[in-house]
């Protein structure tokens, strides 16, 4: 700021920050499209290879639910679809969420889009406002280039293909890296409204409206003002309505959770399933679906102590490191589907940010080939989850 404005003809003092910050985001913009263009065109080769039509995996299996749901509401489906269980009833579709199906008719029924187009067309734009969350979030925690590595790794990692199917990761993602961007940056509205939509496009918000609830609980107490109280208050908002909507749809308090565990065989259950699971695995594993969710576990859990080693040195990282606990807790102690872990962590992808700080102090070079490599295997293990596993991920 002092060498601006001694120069002869300063230019305003915020051009070169805008400037340089609007640069930013467009290279985070430009890595995130460039990795999932690379893992959309390794589907398509393993598709092609082995006879399955690309649209036909882009919407597979949870994507069909949203698809149907998108065209007729939840009470116009009455055939064709069935739960995990191979059955389907009345409440069925209710276990799905309403937000990103809402969001693809009205752009299907506003544009004259089909709904698939419209809902390929929300994931990649809710995907690129990820990457930009992501991007702002990884700045933060270092340096510009801990940013763009955090993109690439997050935009790459298993499973990551589903950043680009009919399905909601990209867009709860979206909401998840800016509600942490607000309360990082303390910008409470943005941390609840975000929060709030969240809750309304995936269960698994319940770790992100802990982590904001107990933020603004925590600033209230430090300095009593009624912004972070209003956003702990408002941050459930859109989970528990839509939760208390089911329970008046069944005639059930615990409707939704009926739905899961009796559809999907999903409930919490402290992790008892998933310890079995990686033991069966680790012993007599021959699927490389469920032996890769295995070491997927494993590097979350590692990624969780990694960041709460620095802790000490950075402080502000609280929120961050406590929403990435939170979701390695929530779904390595969820019961069912278990060779989807890797699926279920992908918004948490603050895990990645020891491998983004750790590859940022390299050489460009070095930190380029360790990215890439990750990112193409991420890209196969995705393309074979689509094509060479036969079942719902």
């Not at 069909?64 to 489906?77: K, T």
């Not at 699926?343 to 491998?355: D, Q, S, T």
Request: proline share 5%; hydrophobic share 55%; aromatic share 12%.
């Amino acid at each position: 700021m002092t060498t601006l404005l001694s120069t002869p003809t300063p230019a305003p003092a915020s051009t070169p920050t805008v400037a340089s910050a609007r640069l930013g985001y467009l290279r985070a913009a430009g890595v995130y499209l460039a990795v999932r263009v690379v893992g959309v065109v390794v589907l398509a080769l393993f598709a092609s290879s082995t006879g399955q039509p690309l649209l036909d995996r882009l919407t597979a299996w949870d994507g069909q639910w949203y698809l149907a749901i998108a065209d007729d509401g939840y009470g116009g489906i009455t055939h064709g679809l069935v739960d995990a269980a191979g059955n389907f009833a009345p409440h069925t579709p209710l276990a799905f969420f309403p937000l990103y199906p809402f969001l693809m008719h009205a752009l299907a029924t506003g544009t004259g889009l089909g709904s698939t187009t419209a809902g390929l067309l929300i994931s990649l734009i809710a995907g690129i406002v990820a990457a930009l969350g992501v991007y702002r979030l990884g700045k933060r925690a270092g340096q510009e280039r801990t940013g763009l590595l955090l993109v690439a790794l997050w935009a790459g990692a298993p499973l990551s293909i589903t950043l680009s199917m009919v399905y909601t990761e990209a867009l709860f993602t979206a909401f998840v890296a800016w509600a942490l961007v607000g309360l990082v940056e303390k910008r409470w509205a943005l941390a609840a409204l975000c929060c709030v939509a969240a809750g309304l496009t995936r269960p698994t918000a319940v770790v992100l409206v802990a982590v904001v609830v107990f933020a603004g609980v925590v600033a209230f107490a430090r300095a009593p003002r009624p912004a972070p109280l209003i956003a702990a208050a408002a941050a459930p908002v859109g989970l528990i309505g839509y939760w208390l909507w089911v329970a008046n749809q069944t005639g059930s308090l615990f409707g939704w959770f009926d739905l899961e565990w009796h559809g999907w065989n999903t409930r919490f259950d402290a992790g008892a399933e998933t310890f079995g699971f990686v033991g069966q695995q680790l012993v007599q594993g021959r699927s490389v679906m469920e032996v890769g969710n295995v070491f997927v576990v494993f590097l979350a859990i590692i990624a969780v102590v990694l960041l709460l080693l620095r802790l000490r040195e950075r402080p502000s990282w609280w929120p961050l490191i406590l929403f990435g606990a939170g979701m390695v807790v929530l779904v390595a102690g969820t019961a069912g589907i278990p060779f989807a872990k890797a699926r279920f962590l992908l918004p948490g992808f603050v895990l990645l940010l020891p491998l983004a700080q750790g590859l940022s102090g390299r050489r460009r070079s070095t930190a380029v080939a360790a990215t890439a490599g990750v990112v193409l295997v991420g890209c196969w293990f995705s393309a074979y989850a689509l094509t060479g596993w036969h079942y719902a991920i």
